[in-house]
């Protein structure tokens, strides 16, 4: 059975994506995927003769969700009769973008008409990759002369991409690519994220994880680049299909569902399988009682900070702790943790943090 992923590369104007998406395809078919590319619907649209200023910004923008969207199903129909064993849909660029030129009540309007909520949207795409803006730490190569569409001087490239950081704060897998080596470092990096989504040589989950002390709520609400996403997700083990976990990711019709089959590695990796289910699958699932290991629910902040992207999970039965994650390419991996929380101490090793064990430790509290 062929295996499709969807990755969104996003990021203001001259961030590389049109290249990137380029060198992605080459180096992913050497590894045997078959790829499917989408270029920039807005610049197609706008060499045709259809831009905001002769339309109309909220006409334009809604053409062109609706145009990209219709060329992301038409390449996932494609990638379905493939014979590869691996599939990806390179879009230069995805639905969210579009929210960053628009208001957000235009935005939802637009995307509502389509059938799409912002859980929806950001749930779409297996990954999304921020190339950051040459005008934010490459200035030197920042140009508008290689598309005919771009006419951004520096700081409204830097405001645009910040913008779209903002608003795709909230996908499951958001990486920022920044410009802290040259283009050819920034590509290298790239692909490394690449073949980890798509799992070259395997689906890896790699994560370390802190308690931390009860965070600042208002400091995260008011975060430029961070989203609160509610979560609940329930622990099974079935004779038909093992242990595997069912999660609701959103609330009411933006609610998402995800089944998820973890094996272990060691205390820190893990390949891990997700796939979307139902509603109705989802509800069955929940219902079999007699195979519930444990329901936890949470209120999960997705943060970008320092170009890194950090998970801070909030419980309704502590108000003095929390956990923090952040999920690495290698367990060696550096990085540096936000300087807004208080860490207690690390417990990626201690099995009494896990959100399966804490289901059943507080299963009194959801019951």
């Known amino acids: 059975m062929t295996q499709i992923y969807k990755i969104a590369l996003t990021g203001g104007p001259c961030a590389g994506k049109t290249s990137a998406a380029a060198f992605l395809k080459t180096e992913l078919e050497r590894f045997g995927a078959e790829v499917f590319c989408l270029e920039e619907t807005a610049t197609a649209l706008m060499n045709s003769g259809r831009t905001p200023g002769g339309m109309g910004s909220y006409a334009f923008h809604s053409l062109l969700f609706k145009t990209q969207l219709e060329g992301e199903k038409r390449l996932r129909l494609l990638a379905e009769q493939s014979t590869a ?9 995805g639905l969210m973008d579009s ?22 949207i950001l749930c779409e795409y297996d990954a999304v990759f921020h190339l950051v803006t040459a005008a934010d730490g490459a200035q030197e190569h920042y140009q508008t002369d290689n598309n005919e569409a771009r006419s951004e001087d520096i700081e409204t490239a830097r405001r645009i991409d910040n913008r779209l950081l903002s608003v795709w704060t909230g996908a499951p897998h958001l990486r920022v690519i920044d410009n802290s080596t040259d283009f ?14 798509v799992g070259i040589p395997e689906p890896l989950e790699i994560e370390r ?17 961070c989203c609160r996403v509610p979560l609940s997700q329930t622990y099974l083990e079935t004779p038909e299909e093992g242990r595997f976990r069912v999660r609701k990711r959103g609330e009411g ?9 973890k094996k272990k590695i060691s205390e820190i990796r893990r390949i891990e399988i997700e796939e979307s289910i139902s509603e109705e699958e989802y ?12 329901t936890i629910a949470k209120d999960r902040y997705c943060i970008v900070w320092n170009n890194s992207y950090f998970e801070l999970d909030v419980f309704p039965f502590w108000d003095r702790f929390a956990l923090l994650e952040i999920e690495l390419l290698d367990e060696n991996q550096e990085f540096t943790l936000p300087d807004f929380v208080t860490v207690i101490k690390e417990v990626t090793y201690d099995k ?11 299963k009194d509290y959801f019951n």
Do not use: Q, W
């Not at 064993?85 to 660029?93: A, H, N, S």
């Not at 019709?253 to 995800?258: K, P, R």
């Open 209 to 225: 994880k802190f308690l931390i002390f009860y965070p600042d709520l208002s400091l995260l609400n008011n975060m430029h680049a």
């Open 283 to 294: 509800e069955n699932y929940i219902s079999r009682k007699e195979y519930c290991g444990g």
């Open 85 to 93: 064993g691996k599939c990806v849909i390179l879009c230069d660029r």
């Open 352 to 362: 009494s943090f896990r959100n399966k064990t804490l289901a059943v430790t507080y």
């Open 184 to 197: 050819e470092g920034k590509l290298k990096r790239l692909l490394i994220e690449t073949l980890a989504v």
């Open 99 to 120: 929210r960053a030129y628009v208001t957000d009540e235009e935005f939802f309007a637009y995307a509502k008409e389509n059938g799409f909520g912002e859980n929806h």
């Open 253 to 261: 019709e933006d609610a998402v569902f995800i089944k998820t089959v």
